[in-house]
Each structure stands twice: as structure tokens, then as C-alpha cells.
């Protein structure tokens, strides 16, 4: 796995709330960890999500590991976040040249959305030799559908994922070609996406779910009925589903007419 440095340094996913979604693997790789190093926002103060998810499965007693946690400022100013990305790169690389064994926490699945990927750039250009273990956790896309009870998709269907504070402007094109948009980050943009909705008449389509997995979850089926206010973790579904049930034997939704699709 590590073959030209001392130590050995691992992503692990934790999953997207409820502690009892972080894998076996996850758990036994917090136990062994010499380090475990975690993302925060807020400087100063310890208040990561992914350790709340951590220690919920693993009491922070049981833990030996020494804590590290890395400084990432909400932002997205990269005159801010590149710097901040390097330093965590580079204490994650100290240790790892001291001959530790670290587990790098990260909400989710490392390969979604997460710093993880800055991170990991930054490293190879610290430690070209180092090869991480990436250990997969479940994601918000899959975590979303498990609440809605709505498959993803099925059979024929196509699915996509897009960040909703980027992707709008693409949403025409996209209901016309994908089954199910994801769209993930979607918090602060709802009033948008339910004007927008609404004129391509697919309102109806769409779910939105806070915090998932977690005690404090919310559902909404109608956009309108979302509360004012920025839920980070908050993600909308967007079911079309206009390929449903082909492997049934069964027509297209779009072709039985039940879903009309149209860019505006
Ligand atoms: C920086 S991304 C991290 C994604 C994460 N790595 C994953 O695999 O799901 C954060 C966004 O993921 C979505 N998200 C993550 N966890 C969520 C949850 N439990 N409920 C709803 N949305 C969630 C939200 O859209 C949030 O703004």
C-alpha cells in the first residue's frame, strides 16, 4: 500500500449521519490509527460533523488515537482554501513521514464532494510516493433515496448528480436526458429551484430531505412547504423516472404520456 514512507495514511468515509452507517472497516481503522486526523470549519473550536459520527460509534475513550484537527474555512475563496488545503496536507504528511499510521475522517464517501480531493492533491505534490487507501463510505446520493423510499433508478434508467449551487443553469437539459437528478448543496438555492420547477410543470417530481439519516431528518414532497432558512445538509430529489419499469415489459412512462418532459 505504502511503499517509499514509514507510515501509512488512510480516507475513510463515515457515512452521512446516523453513526451505525460507518462500516466495519471504518471502525477498525479508527481503533488501529495512531492519528486520526479531522476536517473542522470553525477555527478554534472542534465542532466536526465526522467526528460527532465517529465517536458515535466509537466512544472517544476507546479511541488511543492522537487527534489532529485540520482547519477548513467555509469559503470559497481560493486565495483562502488552497493555503488552508496545503497545511492540512502538510501536518497530514508529517505524520505520516514520523512513521504513524493516520485515518483522515471525512463525511460521506471521500470521492464525493469532499476535501479529501484537495487534500489529496496537495499530497501528491508533498509526498509523491505516498498511495492512500481510499475506504468508501454511503453517501448523501444514496442516503436520499434510502428516506424517500424513491429508487434512484431502475433497469434502463439514468441518474446524475449536480452541485445545485452550479448546476441550474444545465437542469433543462439534464430532465430531459437523466431519470433522477440528484441535486446535491441544494440549501440555499430553493426558492429558485421551486420557481424554476414549477414553470417546467415537474414540482411534483422533486423531494427534499435535511439532515438524512440523522434524528433531526427532515422530508419535504412539496418545495414550497421548505422553511425559509439555509439547511446545509439538505438535498433535493428529483424523481422524472420517465425510463420506469421498461425491464417489467411495460412503456416508458414518456411514451404512455404519464410524463411530459420539456426543456423551457
Ligand atoms: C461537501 S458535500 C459532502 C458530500 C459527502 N461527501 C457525501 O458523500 O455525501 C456536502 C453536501 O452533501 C449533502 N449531504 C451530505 N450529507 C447529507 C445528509 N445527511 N442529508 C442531506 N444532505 C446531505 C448536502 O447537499 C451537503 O450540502
Redesign the pocket.
Known amino acids: 500500500m505504502n511503499n517509499n514512507s514509514a507510515g501509512e495514511l488512510f480516507a475513510v468515509?463515515v457515512g452521512?449521519?446516523d453513526s451505525e452507517l460507518l462500516t466495519l472497516k471504518a471502525v477498525r481503522l479508527l481503533q488501529q490509527a495512531d492519528v486520526i486526523a479531522i476536517p473542522e470549519k470553525t477555527l478554534g473550536k472542534a465542532d466536526s460533523f465526522a467526528w460527532q459520527i465517529v465517536t458515535g460509534a466509537v466512544p472517544e475513550k476507546d479511541l488511543t488515537a492522537e487527534c489532529c484537527f485540520l482547519h477548513f474555512p467555509m469559503t470559497r475563496d481560493a486565495s483562502v482554501n488552497v493555503p488552508a488545503w496545503r497545511r492540512a496536507a502538510q501536518k497530514i504528511a508529517n505524520f505520516v513521514a514520523a512513521g504513524k499510521r493516520v485515518v483522515f475522517v471525512?463525511?460521506?464517501?471521500?470521492?464525493?464532494?469532499?476535501?479529501w480531493a484537495y487534500i489529496q492533491e496537495e499530497l501528491s505534490d508533498i509526498m509523491p510516493h505516498l498511495e492512500p487507501e481510499i475506504v468508501p463510505?454511503?453517501?448523501?446520493?444514496t442516503?436520499?433515496p434510502s428516506q424517500t423510499k424513491i429508487p434512484l433508478a431502475d433497469g434502463q434508467e439514468r441518474f446524475c448528480v449536480v452541485p445545485?449551487t452550479y448546476g441550474m443553469e444545465c437542469l433543462t437539459r439534464l430532465v430531459v436526458e437523466f431519470d433522477t437528478i440528484m441535486?446535491?448543496?441544494?440549501?440555499r438555492v430553493i426558492p429558485e429551484l421551486t420557481a424554476m420547477l414549477e414553470d417546467m410543470g415537474l414540482l411534483e417530481c422533486a423531494t427534499y430531505?435535511?439532515?438524512?439519516?440523522?434524528d433531526k431528518?427532515e422530508i419535504y414532497h412539496d418545495l414550497r412547504d421548505v422553511p425559509a432558512g439555509h439547511r446545509?445538509?439538505?438535498?433535493v430529489q428529483l424523481s422524472i423516472r420517465s425510463r420506469r419499469g421498461i425491464l417489467r415489459g411495460s412503456l416508458p412512462n414518456r411514451e404512455r404520456g404519464l410524463v411530459k418532459v420539456s426543456a423551457v
Do not use: R
Open positions: 468515509g452521512t449521519g471525512t463525511e460521506g464517501d471521500p470521492s464525493v464532494f469532499s476535501t463510505g454511503i453517501t448523501s446520493i442516503a436520499i445545485a441535486l446535491i448543496k441544494a440549501g430531505v435535511s439532515h438524512a439519516t440523522m431528518q446545509y445538509f439538505s438535498m
